[in-house]
C-alpha cells in the first residue's frame, strides 16, 4: 500500500522569506500524480499545486514550486517571499495513475506552517 | 475546477440522533468521495459514493453507520446515524472528473452533545 510521509509536524518562516516542507512516498507504481493541499482554519481544502510522476520538469505555480526527485520518492514544497496569507495546514497527497489505488488519494498526516511577521 | 457546496456548514446534534450532509457539485464530476477529519488531523476516507448503486466504504465504515446516496453526477448525500461523541468531526465531500485534479468542499463541523 502506498504511504505518504510528512516529518514535519510544525514550521514557522518569516514573513518574505523562503520555506520548503518535505514529503517523501512509498509506492511500487512508476505512474502517479503527487498533490500538495493547503487548508487554512477556514478549513478549505484547496490545491496548491499538482505534479506528474512522467514529467521530469518540476511543476511552479506563481511562488509555489516543488522539487520532485522520483529515484529518493520525495515531493518537497517550496514557497518563496512567505506572505501572512501562506498561515495553514500543508498536506502532501498520493495518487496511483492507474489500478486498485487510482481513484482514491493518500495523504500525509500534515505540516502547520506560522507566518511570523 | 469544481466548485462544491455542502449543507449545513455547522451542527450541533444530540447523541442517538441524525444528520444527512448535503454536497453539491457546480459540474458533473465521475467520483465524489466523503471524509472524516478530527480537528488538526489528517483526512480519512469514508466511502466513495457510486452514481446509481451502493457507496464502496473503507475499513472501519459501515452503511448502516453511514449511508450515503448519489442520485446523480453532481449531488451526494451523507447520513451519520445514531450519533455518539466519538462522531464529532469535520465531514469533507470531495469530487473529481476521471483523472482531474480532486476539490473539496469546505466541510461539516459537526458536534454530538
Known amino acids: 500500500a502506498q504511504t505518504v510521509t510528512q516529518s514535519q509536524p510544525e514550521m514557522s518562516v518569516q514573513e518574505a522569506e523562503t520555506v520548503t516542507l518535505s514529503c517523501t512516498y512509498d509506492?511500487?507504481?512508476?505512474?502517479?500524480?503527487l498533490f500538495w493541499y493547503k487548508q487554512p482554519p477556514s478549513r478549505q481544502m484547496i490545491l496548491v499545486i499538482r505534479?506528474?510522476?512522467?514529467?521530469?520538469q518540476n511543476a511552479t505555480e506563481n511562488r509555489f514550486s516543488v522539487n520532485f526527485q522520483k529515484a529518493a520518492k520525495s515531493f518537497s514544497l517550496k514557497i518563496s517571499d512567505s506572505q501572512l496569507g501562506d498561515a495553514a495546514m500543508y498536506f502532501c497527497?498520493?495518487?496511483?495513475?492507474?489500478?486498485?489505488?487510482?481513484?482514491?488519494?493518500?495523504f500525509g498526516k500534515g505540516t502547520k506552517l506560522s507566518v511570523i511577521p | 475546477s469544481a466548485v462544491i457546496s455542502q449543507k449545513p456548514s455547522r451542527d450541533i446534534c444530540q447523541r442517538g440522533t441524525s444528520l444527512t450532509i448535503q454536497c453539491q457539485v457546480d459540474?458533473?464530476?465521475?467520483?465524489m468521495f466523503w471524509y472524516r477529519q478530527q480537528p488538526g488531523q489528517s483526512l480519512t476516507l469514508i466511502a466513495t459514493?457510486?452514481?446509481?448503486?451502493?457507496?464502496?466504504?473503507e475499513s472501519g465504515f459501515v452503511i448502516d453507520k453511514f449511508p450515503i446516496s448519489r442520485p446523480n453526477l453532481t449531488f451526494s448525500t451523507l447520513t451519520v446515524s445514531n450519533m455518539s461523541p466519538e462522531d464529532s468531526s469535520i465531514y469533507l465531500c470531495?469530487?473529481?472528473?476521471?483523472?482531474?485534479?480532486?476539490?473539496f468542499g469546505p466541510g461539516t463541523r459537526l458536534l454530538v452533545l
Open positions: 459514493a457510486n452514481q446509481g448503486s451502493e457507496a464502496t466504504y
Open positions: 509506492t511500487s507504481e512508476s505512474d502517479y500524480y
Open positions: 470531495s469530487g473529481r472528473q476521471a483523472q482531474e485534479t480532486q476539490y
Open positions: 505534479q506528474e510522476a512522467y514529467k521530469q
Open positions: 459540474s458533473q464530476v465521475t467520483m
Open positions: 497527497a498520493y495518487r496511483g495513475y492507474s489500478g486498485a489505488g487510482s481513484y482514491q488519494l493518500t
